[in-house]
């Protein structure tokens, strides 16, 4: 026999070996393609649609890719598995709309009411921005990553408040320090607002105005501002910061707590629609046109801890009728109530000479008001307008 023919035997195990070869890669094909099947089409649960993703050291794991609002409840509940593999992520802009996923522009959810996280989801996109009827959103307890405390959603290690919804009410008791820019984007339902400092963080030194925390720049800060929102509350920080409210003129109701020290320059600017300004007794400064055409007011009370009223801090408040100015008060600027058309009485709670001693330093009038009917009231007197003896 040849050396080089090889034995039936020999090709048989050849043959065998090349049959187990050939079906070793088959399986890993098919593998590959259900990999990829599932990864790119995924699973369909719910109305929710989960696809996979690697997790690293050749692990693999779910996240939410869409949903699908007219095949699932209102009330939508996110898996902690599927097919025994872990759901870890949501992913962007899953619920923009009132159907499957799209890539066309943003678009309000009006069906979505309530979401339920499992502990094993790790991150959360801006996803729930667009739910304009969303009023409640629970994260399971356990979760390593997340926490939910009245209806927000916080990153516990970071104290950061990621998202939130038109019923959500923001913790005072220290455990939020910052707020993601987006937090309230597309709340477009919510009426009152309480939050524990103005901007994204708590010590105010970067984008600290209002409209941040709905996605706004401050250049239009007040353009993402939902149009329904008419309260806020301020429970903490120390500063209102300039311009922080500018062009506001949908709110009608601010108050400001006994922490804050100081109101910066045009920090209410432009907000016309203001009825209602409670400043808090720890007030120290009130900035130059910090409520500069906020015609809405008809009152205001200025606590005793103030020792400093800007320049035309009032300018143009038409809707005025009186003022009340501590005798802490040792600086008011040039022309703080000009352009109050309707002011007929501002009551300043210390002496004449101490007002007149004001007017003095400042080196102009207070106002240009000419009602025959207007009076400045000290305790013991009345002054005319321009500080003189009545």
């Not at 049959?19 to 719910?46: E, H, P, R, Y």
């Not at 949903?67 to 025994?84: H, Q, V």
């Not at 400001?256 to 007030?283: E, H, K, M, R």
Request: hydrophobic fraction near 35%; include cysteine.
């Amino acid at each position: 026999m040849n050396s080089n023919t090889k034995s039936p035997q020999e090709v048989k195990r050849k043959r065998i070996i090349a049959l187990i070869i050939a079906a070793i890669a088959l399986i890993g094909i098919t593998i590959f393609l259900c990999f990829l099947l599932l990864s790119v089409v995924g699973v369909t649960k719910d109305g929710i649609t989960y696809c996979m993703m690697p997790a690293g050291n050749g692990k693999w794991e779910y996240y939410v890719k869409e949903i699908d609002t007219s095949k699932t409840s209102p009330n939508i509940k996110i898996a902690d598995k599927i097919n025994t593999l872990p759901v870890t992520n949501i992913g962007t802009a899953v619920f923009q709309k009132d159907g499957a996923f799209h890539s066309g522009p943003r678009e309000t959810n009006t069906v979505v009411e309530s979401i339920y996280i499992p502990k094993s989801i790790k991150s959360i996109d801006d996803n729930f921005r667009d739910c304009i009827n969303l009023v409640s959103i629970e994260v399971e307890e356990g979760n390593p990553v997340f926490h939910s405390v009245n209806n927000c959603i916080i990153e516990t290690e970071s104290k950061t408040l990621i998202t939130s919804c038109k019923t959500s009410v923001i913790p005072s008791d220290g455990s939020v320090t910052n707020i993601y820019r987006y937090a309230f984007q597309g709340c477009s339902n919510i009426t009152s607002l309480s939050i524990p400092f103005v901007g994204a963080t708590m010590n105010g030194t970067t984008n600290s105005y209002f409209g941040y925390i709905f996605g706004a720049d401050q250049s239009d800060s007040y353009h993402l501002i939902p149009n329904n929102l008419k309260e806020v509350i301020i429970t903490g920080g120390t500063s209102i910061s300039d311009s922080a409210f500018n062009g506001c003129s949908g709110l009608t109701s601010i108050t400001i707590p006994d922490s804050v020290t100081s109101i910066g320059q045009q920090a209410f600017y432009n907000c016309s629609g203001l009825t209602s300004v409670t400043i808090g007794n720890g007030v120290t400064s009130i900035g130059s046109e910090a409520f500069y055409n906020c015609r809405g007011l008809t009152s205001i009370t200025i606590p005793d801890s103030v020792t400093r009223i800007g320049q035309q801090a009032f300018y143009n408040c038409s809707g005025l009728t009186s003022i009340t100015i501590p005798d802490s008060v040792t600086s008011i600027g040039y022309g703080a109530f000009y352009n109050c058309s309707g002011l007929t009485r501002i009551v300043f709670l210390g002496t004449k000479a101490q007002l007149q001693l004001i007017i003095a330093r400042s080196g102009f009038l207070l106002t240009n008001n000419t009602n025959a009917n207007f009076q400045i009231i000290c305790n013991d007197g009345m002054l005319n307008s321009d500080g003189t003896e009545v």
